[in-house]
């Protein structure tokens, strides 16, 4: 186990393991090996996964298991790449191609539904996520924090800002709606986030909405100033809210009849 894993609660600790999958490290929470819905969950950069075991103790409580991943280069995968800007596209890129073989290896683990999975991640986990989204998958639902699809807003971010505007098109998934299969998202931003502009995400909810035959199902979770450093990494005084809307969100799209773990 990491060092990390030392300071994760004992409670979460003692459902919680670590394994690499795949060549990717994870953080596996499941209350026992029942197949059960699962969220995959990527957080951005400069974090790794067992950072904010608090959303994973409320999941689990709720019959939702996780399985957290470091970024390429993050984590228990660190190098100094992640601190060079021109490689975060790539990043991105890379851990869109390795899901599906993670997913592969986590249904032999057991206790893992891959008919009832959902995706999300924040901030470039976020970016991973829409970016995956535009190809063929099987996730029944996601989260987004801190991040969106309408990707032309970076350009003036730290994210992308060495695209061209021709680089840039290529990959931006605003121009790939007509791949996205139409699932239930919630995204929150706040409106004031100096990385990623606030209409990275409202910009692409509007536009999921327009096409979905179920807006209802599509939301966008906005605050005006929730406190977080530089109204990015995280939520601030709004953090213990989003987390429970979002179990809620979980609990609703991926099973109509969720048991609470005992």
Same mark, same amino acid.
């Given at each position: 186990?990491?060092?990390?894993?030392? #300071?994760?609660?004992?409670?979460?600790?003692?459902?919680?393991?670590?394994?690499? =999958?795949?060549?990717?490290?994870? =953080?596996?929470?499941?209350?026992?090996?029942?197949?059960?819905?699962?969220?995959?969950?990527?957080?951005?950069?400069?974090?790794?996964?067992?950072? /904010?075991?608090?959303?994973?103790?409320?999941?689990?409580?709720?019959?939702?298991?996780?399985?957290?991943?470091?970024?390429? /280069?993050?984590?228990?995968?660190?190098?100094?790449?992640?601190?060079?800007?021109?490689?975060?596209?790539?990043?991105?890129?890379?851990?869109?191609?390795?899901?599906?073989?993670?997913?592969?290896?986590?249904?032999?683990?057991?206790?893992?539904? =891959?008919?009832r999975?959902?995706i999300?991640?924040?901030?470039?986990?976020?970016?991973?996520?829409?970016?995956?989204?535009?190809?063929?998958?099987n +996730?029944?639902? $996601?989260?987004?924090?801190?991040s969106?699809?309408?990707?032309i807003?970076?350009?003036?971010?730290?994210?992308?800002?060495?695209? #061209?505007?021709?680089?840039?098109?290529?990959v931006?998934?605003?121009?790939?709606?007509?791949?996205?299969?139409? $699932?239930? $998202?919630?995204?929150?931003?706040?409106?004031? /986030?100096?990385?990623?502009? +606030?209409? #990275? #995400?409202?910009?692409?909810?509007?536009?999921?909405? /327009?096409?979905?035959?179920?807006?209802?199902?599509i939301? =966008?979770?906005?605050f005006?100033?929730?406190?977080a450093?530089?109204?990015?990494?995280?939520?601030?005084?709004?953090?213990?809210?989003?987390?429970?809307?979002? $179990?809620?969100?979980?609990?609703?799209?991926?099973?109509?009849?969720?048991?609470?773990?005992?």
């Open positions: 186990m990491t060092p990390r894993f030392d #300071t994760l609660p004992s409670r979460l600790r003692n459902v919680s393991i670590e394994k690499e =999958l795949a060549g990717v490290p994870c =953080l596996l929470v499941r209350m026992d090996e029942k197949p059960r819905p699962f969220l995959f969950w990527m957080h951005g950069r400069t974090a790794d996964k067992e950072l /904010d075991p608090g959303r994973y103790l409320r999941c689990v409580r709720r019959g939702i298991n996780v399985c957290a991943v470091d970024l390429p /280069d993050h984590g228990q995968r660190f190098t100094d790449c992640q601190h060079h800007k021109e490689n975060i596209l790539g990043i991105i890129q890379q851990m869109s191609a390795e899901i599906q073989p993670v997913l592969d290896e986590l249904e032999m683990q057991g206790g893992f539904d =891959l008919n999975a959902a999300g991640g924040m901030s470039a986990g976020g970016l991973t996520s829409v970016y995956h989204l535009c190809s063929p998958h +996730f029944k639902a $996601v989260i987004l924090e801190a969106g699809g309408e990707w807003h970076l350009r003036n971010s730290d994210l992308l800002p060495h695209l #061209t505007l021709e680089e840039l098109e290529v931006n998934p605003m121009n790939h709606l007509t791949s996205w299969k139409d $699932v239930p $998202v919630i995204a929150f931003h706040n409106k004031h /986030d100096v990385r990623i502009p +606030f209409e #990275t #995400t409202s910009d692409f909810i509007g536009a999921l909405k /327009d096409k979905s035959p179920n807006p209802e199902d939301e =966008l979770v906005a005006e100033r929730s406190g450093p530089d109204e990015h990494m995280g939520f601030g005084r709004e953090s213990a809210l989003v987390k429970e809307v979002q $179990v809620e969100f979980l609990a609703k799209h991926l099973s109509p009849h969720m048991e609470l773990a005992s």
